[in-house]
């Protein structure tokens, strides 16, 4: 081999930490009726999560969140490692465009599994993480449909969680997983929880099925 | 994870009572904790009890350790149970001021984790690694599981190998086996099957040994990861299982490609690259792939030919190569691979055109889409609110024409006074402005009017947010910002050479002018120039050779051609003799000073322009992200607007 051998430009953050990345994307709904004691638990939430995931060094390495809020529908920050994530205040206003929110977020999944094909960096099935207290206000017939695909090609796993008056119906036909309804508030508790298993997921071999925690936050 | 609490007490197998302290760390099998009073060791504890077997296999391997062992491994030491005899864990050497091996490999964390640890240091922990691996293969062991986590490094660069309950050990002619394994170090030969039922060889960690030191010395890149130019996926158990090395020389066979920003096998040694080659062969798993001894020998020769950047100290390269690769991964990637900052020689291979093809591969957004709703065509056809509200209002209309016409019969049949006649008449045109009035009050349009300029409201708010998000404009301010940097850099890169230029100029001339100067003509004899011309020409100004120039020896009368030409000869002369001496020519030190500062100030555009692409990546992305999210609730926004417009046009009819 040559070694006058040009090398190609390619992304820093790739040549910077070629670790295997665990992308997940968080769904995360901000209409009004989140407002008050809801949107501040999961601001909450939201900071022990990345505390939790710091405590990790490998997962520090190899998670990576993205968020999209909706209500209306925002691309907060785009995939990156825990040390890059910011936790943002979220304010709740506005409706619950929740079909819209899928379709966009699951175009930053697929984006993002591209750069990764794309820099020769191996990945782990993203997760997706959606959460809402209430039922679409927009069409998500769509929406549903793209996950059912993404789920039976293996191409991502989505998870829904309902909170307080969420429409668990609507949510079962969103979702091919069977939706969790949070206990209370205890957003604290669910972030731990996906904390440690994006920990165990990052430990485990790309590809290999990682058996998961029980959800202690959920409600029967 | 359902942990119970473990138990503060345990037992060894010479029944000794051991308390457990605080915990070290959580794996998947159990969790490691401090032994009170027992400042060196830690404690292994199981999440579920150990087989008979498991327990039989520690205590088989605490009989197994010797000095050389304990040396390079976190060997068991002891087996432990529970206070009722039931079997948990075990015992073996705490080992600290160590970190995994994935921390001094990628790039980021080492900065953090191993500051100032250079490719000479990779390349000694690389060979310490195999020096550990020989040991264990010796033994008759078998590490099996070598993984990414499984290797501690201090910064010495000694290696400590650890989790070794898992290791495959042989004992009386009993094999005991491991049952687990991390798919990325494993031998194609081995992918997809069970670990629990293979024995495994010293030729199958020959593969995860030639992982993990390729990881260690490509900065943290795995061989089997690169880009697959073939269909569909490729994650790395298949790319090994069907031996795609993305960097070997028949990659391009394989459909492999390396990534983007990482270095070429060339920068390893022949020797090592060979081995690297025969490592991730398919055939190897036959013919065998190099030992651990041969990875240490190949290394310990390559660093004994290790060169020094010449432009940053900081970069170890195999001296076989003309240029420092790490110069121009930095250059391409923009990240600092062994410092903090990334090397001043990383400018000098910034390749400008290949960085800005980047940007302007990247797509423009164009204009945010059409709104379906926007088509002219479309025609909106009044509500069904609306349509009642004209029906009703006709209906109103009509009572109140034929209320106000009721007296005109009157004053037309009934037999009347003229003013009576009148009067009716008049009360008719009075019941038709009540009447009239009546008929605007109770069916006011105001609410459309209303609902319109509301929904126009509504609907150029979403509009505007609409276009900001998912319009050009974010795009073009800073692709314009991006060709502002290229002209600063353009520019700076001129200035740089100009002033270099200049500068040689300058100071060749200064320099040549006072060598010059220090030949006066009346001390060094000229050839051929007779003494009695030496005061003619002094009293012209011409002292030293510096002054021998054509212009002033024109001014001199009387000084034929002959004259002129011999002293023209003899500056000549010591021209080419201070070309000789002078070679570079002084003042080496201002200029490195002034060309540092040049390059600074290029790697400061160059750093800028690189967080441009990012930002314009980002932008282009977010665009294209409002357009799919979004789209929808304009369109929405306008069809309302569009309906309530049409609304209030059909009642205003």
Known sequence: MSEFEQIPFGSSEFADNPEPRCPCLLLLDTSESMEGGPINELNRGLSVFRQALASDPLAMKRVEIGLVTFGPVQLVSDFQTPDQFAPPVLQGAGDTPMGAAIAGGLEMVR????????????????????????????????????????????????????????????????AVRTPLKLAGLQFRDLFVWLSSSLSSVSRSGVGQEVPLLPPGWARV | MTVEAPPPIVVDAEGRVLRLGRKLGQGGEGSVFELE??????????????????????????????????????????????????????????????????????????????????????????????????????????????????????????????????????????????????????????????????????????????????????????????????????????????????????????????????????????????????????????????????????LEAMEHELRQCAFSPAHWHFGGLQGCPWCRMEAATGVALFSTAVSAGAAAHFDIDAFWRRVTSLEHPGPAPALETSDPKRRVRPSASALRFKQRRALHRLYAVLLSASPIPIAIFVNLPPAGRLLFLGAAVGLYFVARMLVRLSNDTGVFADRARMDLEHFEMVRNEWQASAGPGRFDAKRAELDRLRARWDESRDVQRRMQQERQDHEQSAALTRFLDGFGIETSAVPGLSPSRVPLLASFGIETAADVVAAKLEGVPKLDQQMRDVLMGWREQLEAKFRQESGRGPGSLDEELIEREALAERMRIEAALRTGLQDLQEIQKQALFARISNKAKVEEAHRAYLQSAADLKAVNR
């Not at chain 2, 705490?94 to 191993?114: A, N």
């Not at chain 2, 590490?143 to 501690?152: Q, R």
């Not at chain 2, 490509?218 to 690169?226: D, E, N, T, W």
């Open chain 1, 111 to 174: 984006q993002r599994k591209q750069a990764y094909k794309v820099n020769g960096i191996p990945y782990y099935r993203p997760w997706i993480f959606l959460i809402t207290d209430g039922a679409p206000t927009d069409d998500w017939r769509g929406a549903a449909a793209m996950i059912k695909e993404g789920e039976t090609s293996k191409g991502f796993s989505f998870f829904a969680v309902g909170v307080q008056h969420a429409d668990m119906d609507i949510l079962r036909q969103i």
């Open chain 2, 37 to 298: 009073g027992q400042p060196g060791i830690a404690a292994k504890i199981h999440h579920q009890p150990l087989t008979p077997l498991r327990a039989e296999k520690i205590r088989v391997m605490a009989g197994m350790r010797t000095a050389e062992i304990d040396r390079l491994a976190a060997w068991p030491t002891n087996l432990l149970s529970l206070p009722s005899g039931i079997p948990i864990g075990l015992t073996m050497p705490k080992v600290t001021g160590h970190k995994d091996i994935h921390h001094l490999y990628s790039p980021k964390s080492r900065r953090t984790e191993f500051a100032g640890a250079d490719w000479r240091f990779l390349i000694r922990v690389a060979a310490n690694l195999s020096r550990a691996v020989a040991t264990i293969h010796e033994a008759n062991g078998v590490i099996a599981d070598i993984n990414h986590s499984g290797v501690l490094v201090n910064q010495d660069a000694k290696v400590r190998l650890i989790d070794c309950d898992s290791f495959q050990i042989v004992d009386a002619g009993k094999t005991y086996l491991c049952d687990v394994g991390v798919p990325t170090f494993t031998p194609p030969e081995l992918q997809g099957l069970l670990f629990a039922e293979i024995v495994r060889t010293p030729n199958h960690d020959n593969f995860g040994l030639a992982v993990l030191i390729f990881l260690t010395l490509f900065m943290g890149r795995h061989p089997f990861a690169g880009r697959f130019i073939g269909l569909g996926e490729m994650p790395i158990e298949r790319a090994i299982g069907e031996g795609r090395f993305a960097y070997g020389a028949d990659s391009t066979a394989f459909q492999m490609e390396r990534p983007p920003g990482a270095p070429s096998l060339g920068i390893v040694s022949p020797a090592i690259a060979g081995l690297f080659e025969r490592a991730f062969a398919r055939e190897s798993r036959e013919r065998g792939r190099p030992t651990a001894q041969e990875w240490v020998a190949g």
